[in-house]
């Protein structure tokens, strides 16, 4: 999502830095030249500037495009260059590293988003846009939309603002909940859980009852429904945590499952499903040798 953006935006012309990791990962990024966009047939290469953490520049906005469970650490190692009304975009999956962000910079404006935007990377420094898509982007505190936002739509991304975010990031965490576990306990394609409906449905029913629990009522309307509807959409493809699991990655279960259990656990309101295939997932991934939170 980073080297999506990053091209997008460096096309539209617009003034883009980008933040690696550590020196070694520059002196790769140096030697590559830039991040290449491939859009279909056409591939173009954007000699976008980069820096380290630690580089001594205030930072105005940030895009934060790492995975959950990186993002908290990534944003305290450049919390020291944020300008006092810094703002960031946190583009991460499920919930909960948007909360720890929001803790750590507390004089910085969050920006929290949602994307259906689909891309790969085919090499290191090399993005492939696969899918279009919309992103919402929306403020926890429900404050207004930053003047900025017009040139995302200069740069192609199409994107809405959305008035309750965090409604948006709930719903996607349960859709992600009720499919992408039980891909990986059954190793199947998404379509594969048809098979399974009874499980999932139970499943959709108890993070309905969660969802209203935690006064987000809205992200539960006929959730069923549209997780069945996504199973069949998707029927071919591998779920994320299925491909990460495949490909012996660290998973983001503690920002989806883990999230949805520890909010039932605050509130003292039982969810023996979610929590049991919490169980499974955590034994399946322990057994790989994979991390479990
Ligand atoms: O978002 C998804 C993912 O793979 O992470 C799907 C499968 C569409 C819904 O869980």
Redesign the pocket.
Known sequence: MGTLWATRLARAGLPVKLIVRNPARLQAYEAAQGLTLIEGEHSVKWAISAQIPETDEPIQRLLVTCKAYDAPQAIAQVAARLSPNAELILLQ?GLGSQQAIATLVPHARCIFASS?EGAFRDGDWRVVFAGMGHTWLGDSNQGPAPQWLEELQHSGISYEWSPNILSRLWR?LA??????PL?VLHDCR?GGLQAHSAEVNTLCTELGALLEHCDQAEAAIDLAAE?NH??Q??AN???????DVTKGRRTEISYLLGYACEAARDRQFAVPHLQQLHQRLSEHLQRRGLPCD
């Open positions: 999956n259906t996607k859709l992600n909940c009720a499919i992408n891909t998404n997780v996504v199973i959409a998707t493809n591998y779920s994320s945590m299925h491909q």
